[in-house]
C-alpha cells in the first residue's frame, strides 16, 4: 500500500480541530449578536413589527389569491383543450366508421390504405408533419393483422397507458396525461381514445394534442399574477410604512418630549400641526405639560417657602427659648427650696425645655438638608470607639427601663471615610429606639466591614414591626404607637434625620422587622468616599428570625441608596436583603 511520502505531523489533525471549532464558534457568535439585534429591533420598533406583519400577512393572502387564480386559468385552458379535441374526436370517430364500414374482413386488401388515409386525413392531410395533434389508429383484437397507424408517422404506444388501451378496447371513451418524447423534445400531452365499431370488429382511434401552448399560457398567466402580487404585497408594506410612520412619529417625539419634561426641562412641547387626531394628541400633551410645569413650580414655590419658614421660626425662637431656658435653669436649681408641687414643676418644665430645644436642632438641621446646604465632613474614622461612645452615653437609659446593650465589634479598628458627627448621630437615634422599643430585652450592636464597605446593625426583640411599618419609620414625625410612652422624650424627626446622614455619605440605611421577633436597622456605608455600594458586609435579616415557609419575608426593607433622588425605585438587592412584597426582585430605594 502506498504511503504520502511527507506525513502530516501529529498535531496536525488536532490544529485543524481546533481551528475549525473556533470557526463554529466565531460563526455562532455572530449569528448570535445578529439574531439578538434582530430581536431588539423587533421590540423596540413598532414600525418595523407592523410593517413585517403587513408584509407576512399580504404575502400569504396575495399568494394564496395567486395560486387559486393560476389554477383557475391552468383548468379552463385544459378544459377548453378536452372540449375540443372530444369534438374532433367524436367527429373522426364518426368519419373512421364510415370508411371503415365497406370491409367484412380484417384480411381485406384495400383496408390498410384506407386506415392509412383515414389517419392521414383526420391528422390534417400532412403525414410528415411533426407539430400539432398527433392521430393514432390501432387494433389490439386485430394485431397480427392490421398494423397501427399515426400521423405524424410516430410510435405512441409508449405514450399510451396500458390502463387507457384496455379501456378504450372495452368500448368506452377514456382520456389521461402524459408527458413523453414522440422524436422531440419532452412534451405532454392530453390524450382521448374512442372505440369505432366495424362489421369485422373494433378499432381503437386516439387523438394526442400537445399541450405545450396551453402551459405557456399558464406560466404567462401566472407570472403575471405573480409580480402583480409582488407589487400589491410591497405597495401594501410601503403604505403600512407610510401610514404607521405618520403614527410614530408623533408617537416618538411626544415620548422624548416626556423624557425632556422628566429631566427637569418644564419648557419643551410638541409641535402642532394640523388639526386631526395626533394634532388633538399634541395640543393635549402640551396642555398637560403646561399644567405640570405650573402646578410643579407651584409647589417648588410652596415647598421653598415652607422650608424657609420652618427655618425661620427655629430661628426666631431661639431667643425667647435662651430667655425661658434662662429662667428655667434659675427655677430648677432653687427647686429644693420649694413645696414638692412646684419643685415637680419645675422639673417637668426643665425637661420639656431639654426636649424643645432639641426639637429646634432637628428642625434646624432638617431645614439644611431640604435646602441643600448639608455639608459632608469626611474623614478617616475608626468606628469600634464611635460605637462604644454610644453605648457608654445611652447606658444610662438602658439600666433605667431594663435594657442590656451588646456589643458585637472587631478587635481591630475598622477605618472608614466617614463623618463621624453624622455617623455618631445616626447610632445614637437607632440605639435609642431599640432600648425604647426593647421591651426589657437585650438589644445587640454589630459592626462589621468588608473591602468596600462598612455596616452597622442594631437589633432589639420588641414588638416589632407589622407588614408596611418598614416604610414608615424613617417618616417625620411617624410613631408606631401613638399612646405608647416615650422614654427618650425623642421628637419624630430622628430617623428622618438619620436617613438624610446616610444619604448623604451615599450609603443605605434599611429596616427590617415582625411582630412579636422585633427589628434590625442596618446602616451600611462605602468605605472610601464617593464609592458606590453593591453589598452590605452584613445581613439585614437576623439569623434569629423565624419566616414563614413558601412566602415573603416578613416586615420589609426600606432603603437610603445613592442617586435615588428622592423616588421609591426598584434595584438589585444588597446581601440579605429582603423583597418588598413577593418576587419583585429588588428592593426599596428611598432618598430625599
Same mark, same amino acid.
Given at each position: ?152 408517422a410516430v410510435n405512441v404506444r409508449p405514450l399510451i397507458s396500458r390502463e ?41 382511434l386516439y387523438y394526442l394534442v400537445p399541450l405545450t401552448r396551453h402551459d ?20 401594501? *408594506?410601503? !403604505?403600512?410604512?407610510?401610514? %404607521?410612520? +405618520? $403614527?410614530?412619529?408623533?408617537? #416618538? &417625539? =411626544?415620548? /422624548?418630549? @416626556? ?114 446646604? *448639608?455639608? !459632608?465632613?469626611?474623614?478617616? %474614622?475608626? +468606628? $469600634?470607639?464611635?460605637?462604644? #461612645? &454610644? =453605648?457608654? /452615653?445611652? @447606658? ?33 437615634n437607632l440605639v435609642g429606639n431599640a432600648v425604647e422599643h426593647g421591651e ?70 434599611? *429596616? ?81
Amino acid at each position: 500500500m502506498a504511503t504520502s511520502a511527507f506525513p502530516d505531523p501529529p498535531t496536525a489533525a488536532p490544529r485543524r480541530r481546533v481551528a475549525a471549532r473556533e470557526l463554529w464558534d466565531a460563526l455562532s457568535g455572530r449569528g448570535a449578536r445578529l439574531l439578538a439585534g434582530l430581536r431588539r429591533s423587533w421590540r423596540r420598533s413598532l414600525q418595523l413589527r407592523v410593517v413585517t406583519i403587513t408584509l407576512v400577512a399580504s404575502s400569504l393572502l396575495v399568494g394564496g389569491f395567486a395560486y387559486l387564480i393560476a389554477d383557475k386559468i391552468t383548468g379552463i385552458l385544459v378544459e377548453n383543450a378536452e372540449t375540443d379535441v372530444r369534438v374532433r374526436l367524436d367527429s373522426g370517430a364518426a368519419y373512421a366508421a364510415k370508411q371503415f364500414g365497406l370491409f367484412n374482413q380484417p384480411q381485406e386488401a384495400q383496408l390498410q390504405e384506407t386506415i392509412d388515409g383515414t389517419v392521414n386525413y383526420l391528422a390534417g392531410g400532412d403525414p410528415q408533419q411533426t407539430t400539432g395533434v398527433i392521430v393514432a389508429l390501432t387494433a389490439d383484437n386485430h394485431s397480427g393483422i392490421i398494423q397501427p397507424r399515426s400521423s405524424p408517422a410516430v410510435n405512441v404506444r409508449p405514450l399510451i397507458s396500458r390502463e387507457l388501451r384496455a379501456t378504450v378496447a372495452g368500448g368506452r371513451v377514456a382520456s389521461q396525461i402524459r408527458t413523453g418524447r414522440l422524436g422531440g423534445e419532452r412534451t405532454k400531452y392530453l390524450i382521448y381514445g374512442s372505440p369505432v365499431p366495424t362489421r369485422f370488429g373494433q378499432v381503437e382511434l386516439y387523438y394526442l394534442v400537445p399541450l405545450t401552448r396551453h402551459d405557456a399560457t399558464a406560466a404567462a398567466a401566472g407570472t403575471t399574477v405573480t409580480a402583480t402580487g409582488a407589487a400589491l404585497v410591497l405597495l401594501l *408594506a410601503l !403604505l403600512a410604512g407610510l401610514v %404607521t410612520r +405618520l $403614527v410614530v412619529t408623533p408617537v #416618538r &417625539v =411626544a415620548a /422624548r418630549t @416626556a423624557q425632556r419634561l422628566s429631566a427637569g426641562l418644564l419648557d419643551q412641547r410638541m409641535v402642532v400641526s394640523g388639526e386631526d387626531d395626533l394634532a388633538l394628541l399634541a395640543a393635549s400633551f402640551n396642555q398637560m405639560a403646561t399644567n405640570l410645569q405650573r402646578q410643579i413650580l407651584r409647589l417648588e414655590e410652596m415647598s421653598r417657602l415652607q422650608r424657609r419658614f420652618t427655618s425661620d421660626v427655629s430661628h426666631e425662637l431661639r431667643t425667647p427659648l435662651t430667655t425661658v431656658r434662662m429662667a428655667a435653669d434659675l427655677i430648677f436649681a432653687e427647686r429644693d427650696e420649694f413645696d414638692p408641687a412646684v419643685a415637680r414643676s419645675a422639673e417637668l418644665l426643665q425637661a420639656e425645655l431639654d426636649r424643645f430645644e432639641e426639637l429646634l436642632t432637628d428642625l434646624l438641621e432638617i431645614s439644611r438638608f431640604d435646602a441643600g446646604f *448639608a455639608m !459632608l465632613d469626611a474623614e478617616p %474614622t475608626d +468606628l $469600634v470607639p464611635v460605637v462604644h #461612645r &454610644v =453605648a457608654d /452615653r445611652l @447606658a444610662g437609659l438602658a439600666e433605667r427601663v431594663g435594657v442590656a446593650i451588646e456589643l458585637d465589634v472587631p478587635g481591630t479598628p475598622v477605618i472608614a471615610e466617614v463623618d463621624p458627627r453624622r455617623v455618631e448621630r445616626v447610632l445614637r437615634n437607632l440605639v435609642g429606639n431599640a432600648v425604647e422599643h426593647g421591651e426589657a430585652k437585650p438589644v445587640l450592636i454589630t459592626l462589621g466591614m468588608d473591602e468596600t464597605a462598612v455596616a452597622i446593625t442594631v437589633r432589639d426583640h420588641g414588638v416589632g414591626l407589622k407588614p408596611g411599618e418598614e416604610k414608615l419609620v424613617f417618616n417625620r414625625f411617624w410613631r408606631a404607637d401613638p399612646s405608647r410612652a416615650r422614654q427618650t422624650g425623642g421628637t419624630g424627626l430622628g430617623l428622618s434625620i438619620s436617613l438624610e446622614d446616610a444619604r448623604l455619605h451615599g450609603g443605605w440605611l434599611e *429596616a427590617w422587622g415582625a411582630p412579636g421577633q422585633g427589628a434590625q436597622f442596618r446602616l451600611t456605608l462605602p468605605a472610601r468616599a464617593g464609592d458606590r455600594l453593591t453589598t452590605s458586609p452584613l445581613r439585614l435579616v437576623p439569623a434569629d428570625a423565624t419566616l414563614p415557609f413558601g412566602g415573603p419575608r416578613p416586615g420589609g426593607l426600606l432603603a437610603i441608596g445613592p442617586g435615588s433622588g428622592g423616588a421609591l425605585a426598584i434595584g438589585p438587592a444588597p446581601q440579605g436583603a429582603v423583597p418588598v412584597g413577593p418576587g419583585t426582585g429588588g428592593h426599596a430605594e428611598v432618598g430625599s
